[in-house]
């Protein structure tokens, strides 16, 4: 009898170490195109480990944003109601179209041989998993003169929208004022 329950044993002991193993054989390899998202999340750890060397900048003027209506203002809430709510827009966009959005975080900027994607980069409670959220301008500006410093803390209100890029809808904000 105990020497059927060591079999037993054994044999569940080596079920565990087998099923804790990566098995990659007959999987089909998946497309590893990137997203605008990981692109500004990986800008956005790269420019953390940049010297604090001024990178544009030079003509930034900030917008005036005393007396802007928003409907959230993510500027008030705890670190961990804005990781909450910045990933319930990205989870539930459509519930957030037309709404005017108000965000502080860290300026960032993708820059594509198409055009720019202007960020502002959103870090939770513990700073592990920063979020981004495209903005447009409402009035042009010219990059990188007429915009901050890279990394540096901008303060960002716009409408709320989503966009299809080939097949993948982004979500940014619309007629932007930054600060």
Same mark, same amino acid.
Do not use: H
């Given at each position: 009898?105990?020497?059927?329950?060591?079999?037993?044993?054994?044999?569940?002991?080596?079920?565990?170490?087998?099923?804790?193993? %990566?098995?990659?054989?007959?999987?089909?390899?998946?497309?590893?195109?990137?997203?605008?998202?990981?692109?500004?999340?990986?800008?956005?750890?790269?420019?953390?480990?940049?010297?604090?060397?001024?990178?544009?900048?030079?003509?930034?003027?900030?917008?005036?944003?005393?007396?802007?209506?928003?409907?959230?203002?993510?500027?008030?809430?705890?670190?961990?109601?804005?990781?909450?709510?910045?990933?319930?827009?990205?989870?539930?966009?459509?519930?957030?179209?037309?709404?005017?959005?108000?965000?502080?975080?860290?300026?960032?900027?993708?820059?594509?041989? %198409?055009?720019?994607?202007?960020?502002?980069?959103?870090?939770?409670?513990?700073?592990?998993?920063?979020?981004?959220?495209?903005?447009?301008?409402?009035? %042009?500006?010219?990059?990188?003169?007429?915009?901050?410093?890279?990394?540096?803390?901008?303060?960002?209100?716009?409408?709320?929208?989503?966009?299809?890029?080939?097949?993948?809808?982004?979500?940014?904000?619309?007629?932007?004022?930054?600060?």
């Amino acid at each position: 009898m105990k020497r059927i329950i060591s079999i037993l044993l054994s044999f569940i002991i080596c079920l565990t170490f087998c099923a804790c193993s %990566e098995v990659d054989a007959g999987r089909k390899k998946q497309n590893n195109t990137k997203t605008v998202d990981d692109i500004l999340n990986e800008a956005a750890d790269d420019e953390n480990q940049l010297s604090s060397a001024p990178i544009g900048g030079t003509d930034f003027t900030a917008d005036n944003l005393d007396g802007e209506k928003c409907d959230i203002d993510l500027t008030t809430m705890s670190a961990t109601m804005v990781y909450s709510e910045v990933n319930n827009m990205m989870i539930n966009p459509d519930d957030y179209i037309g709404k005017v959005i108000k965000m502080d975080g860290q300026f960032s900027v993708f820059e594509s041989g %198409e055009r720019n994607y202007f960020a502002c980069i959103i870090a939770d409670a513990t700073s592990c998993c920063s979020q981004g959220i495209e903005f447009i301008l409402k009035k %042009e500006r010219q990059y990188p003169g007429e915009y901050p410093k890279l990394g540096s803390k901008i303060t960002v209100i716009g409408e709320f929208e989503t966009y299809l890029e080939g097949d993948r809808k982004y979500c940014q904000l619309k007629n932007a004022l930054i600060s």
